[in-house]
Nanobody, 115 residues
């Protein structure tokens, strides 16, 4: 059974930081590259960060240098450290396999960047 549970979102001021977590079922975590996606209001969901099982990372230009993806294989958890947040980072954030996502999605976690 696929399980993806995101957490850590909230309201933060511009320039602030948040750390998101995603607990994934072992059946998908151990064999796959994992990624963080986000969907801003009125926009399509986009892949913003990926991490391979060996820890190699890829970032979208919009978050490069500000966000860091990491994974804890012992806990089947993937993280997204978000620094220097901007209002345009406001979105619902999801994790899933990458670069191709599974059909099943978690509920996501809402990040709102506003003063």
């Amino acid at each position: 059974q696929v399980q993806l549970l995101e957490s850590g979102g909230g309201l933060v001021q511009p320039g602030g930081s948040l750390r998101l977590s995603c607990a994934a079922s072992g059946s998908i975590f151990n064999r796959n590259r994992m990624g963080w996606y986000r969907q801003a209001p009125g926009k399509q969901r986009e892949l913003i960060a990926e991490i391979t099982s060996l820890g190699f990372t890829i970032y979208a230009n919009s978050v490069k240098g500000r966000f860091t993806i990491s994974r804890d294989s012992a806990k089947n958890t993937v993280f997204l450290q978000m620094n220097t947040l901007k209002p345009e980072d406001t979105a619902v954030y999801y994790c899933n396999t990458a670069p191709r996502a599974l059909d099943a999605w978690g509920q996501g976690t809402l990040v709102t960047v506003s003063s």
